[in-house]
């Protein structure tokens, strides 16, 4: 998404200024404001270059201690990323001509209110005259239920200008989101994704042919993670693709990279400067961030010949070099860190992902491998890795076959959890 830069960032950035104290803060939002105003014509310049200020000039405030302008400074980068909507944006920081709050927002709010309530009183008069002995609870559960079953809300195909809310699909995806919790399958967000499958009428048959569901429910997460393990190696065996692509590939997948990680975090700058490239967030609460390289498009040799043994190449080390930079940024920034994103770095690791075995056909994928390994036997915080063996420890923990080689694999120190292999029926 390209960072975003308007009028109502300009003016906020004004009242910014309004409530700095300190002369280095006041420089640091000055150099901010030169940006901006410094496009061509009378236009706004943004772009990366907008967000690397507007972080600088946060990190400044808070080393000043003006924390009311850090959390000013965040709310405005955050709206260059587009994380915060104009409309709240405006309202938050009253970005009106005339300082007031914005009335058709509030118009609009309140014709919703209406609507609503209209709605509701028509909707229980007729409940009532077919209960008319319901009593209170009862005519209030109803509304509950069907506020609930609201979120599954269809539009027929074959009556266009009318909508329907089908029944007791909130109950069912509540039962689901329940045997989500409990499972050992790791998913992201269980209300949404049991929400989906609620809405699934093959998926509610397969659920009502099983005495739990748990199979199905398990089937179903473990071939939507080998869909996106199939896009993932695409990607990866694709000669052109860039560091970007590779990045979307792997991003809201962090079950990939092992069952130690339990999500990513959303933060992807936490070092003025610096941007790591996938952030994760291990079962300790600590910080593990993922360097990407390129694979089948690494422009140097992934190992070198030296003497009697392949070494990394020099690909590799400017790879690891560039992570330890990073973790060195993490270990300095720690405590400002952990107060204003809550993430632990102190014992931060790294993984790179550089390059696959595909590019040295003369080289047997196991030396390859091993000389990898021996490398990582000697550093403490960072790890190498190809893009092939990710793949391939990622389908062993879907219990797929080892693409690399029949024997059993060696046990690899972050191997995802044990989980159920994809029934045939499915």
Known sequence: MAT????????????????VAGQAVQDALSAVLAHINGGPGRGRRGGKELERLLAAA?????????WHVVRMLQDALDYAQGLILRPDFDERYRLTRDGRRDRISRDYLG??????HRWMVEEGRAYLRKQPDASVAEFLDHFHAQGEDALFMEAPEDRPGRWVIPRGRAETALWLERIFRDGRVDIEDPALAARDIAASPEALALLAADRKGRLVIQAAELRRRAAGLDEL???????????????RALEG???????????????RRLVPGDEVDIPLIRGD??????????????????????????????EVHKAVGQAV?????????????????GIETRRA????????????????????????????????RVEVLTYKELLDNARRSLGGPDERRSEAPAAVPWAGRELLPLPPAL
């Not at 946060?58 to 003006?66: F, I, L, S, V």
């Not at 695409?234 to 000669?239: G, R």
């Open 111 to 116: 014709r919703t209110v209406w609507v609503t």
């Open 253 to 267: 997948q962090h079950w990939i990279f092992g069952g130690r990680f339990v999500g990513e975090a959303a933060h």
């Open 58 to 66: 946060r990190g400044t405030a808070a080393d000043a201690g003006e």
């Open 325 to 341: 930079n990073y973790l060195v940024g993490l270990d300095e920034d720690r405590h400002r860190i952990r107060e204003e994103f």
């Open 4 to 19: 975003r830069c308007d009028m109502a960032l300009e003016w906020q950035l004004e009242k910014v200024a309004e409530a």
């Open 233 to 247: 190696r695409a990607v990866v065996e694709d000669p052109n693709a860039s560091e970007r692509e590779l990045q």
């Open 349 to 380: 690791g790294a993984l790179v992902l550089v390059g696959h075995p595909a590019l040295h056909p003369e080289v047997p994928e196991e030396e390859i491998t091993e000389a990898l390994r021996t490398f990582n036997d000697h550093m403490s």
């Open 285 to 314: 609460g600590a910080l593990h961030i993922v360097e990407l390289k390129r694979s089948m498009g690494l422009k140097h040799p992934l190992v070198v010949r030296h003497r009697n043994a392949w070494v990394p190449g020099a």
